[in-house]
């Protein structure tokens, strides 16, 4: 019945852009993150929004690229990625917190619902 599910994926040349989207459902949930994997590489956290808020995060790798904003009406969450780089090549996975107060918004453990991720290769 909780779902998160991802879509706007796909293949994009270097210094393109690409908007991703996370549908959720089941229960509200306070936060939303973006995280990704690359093969053969830890999960790492890109982004995070709080629901109430809109307050956002983001990691250092990313910082002045990319976007990521909330539509609470829809209960989805976006994340736009400009002049995308060879290296954002990654499964990105969206997740979700329902806990109601303060916890590290880039610790993996942080999330209970996680989507099944959507594939962004960026070509050189």
């Known amino acids: 019945q909780v779902q998160l599910v991802e879509s706007g994926g796909g293949l994009v040349q270097a210094g393109g852009s690409l908007r991703l989207s996370c549908a959720a459902s089941g229960r509200t949930f306070t936060t939303y993150a973006w995280f990704r994997q690359a093969p053969e590489k830890e999960r790492e956290f890109v982004t995070a929004?709080?629901?109430?808020?809109?307050?956002?995060y983001y990691s250092d790798s990313v910082k002045g690229r990319f976007t990521t904003s909330r539509d609470n009406a829809k209960n989805t969450v976006y994340l736009q990625m400009n002049s995308l780089k060879p290296e954002d090549t990654a499964v990105y996975y969206c997740a979700a917190s329902a806990y109601d107060g303060r916890f590290y918004v880039e610790a993996q453990g942080g999330y209970a619902y996680w989507g099944q991720g959507t594939q962004v290769t960026v070509s050189s």
């Open positions: 929004i709080t629901r109430s808020d809109g307050i956002t």
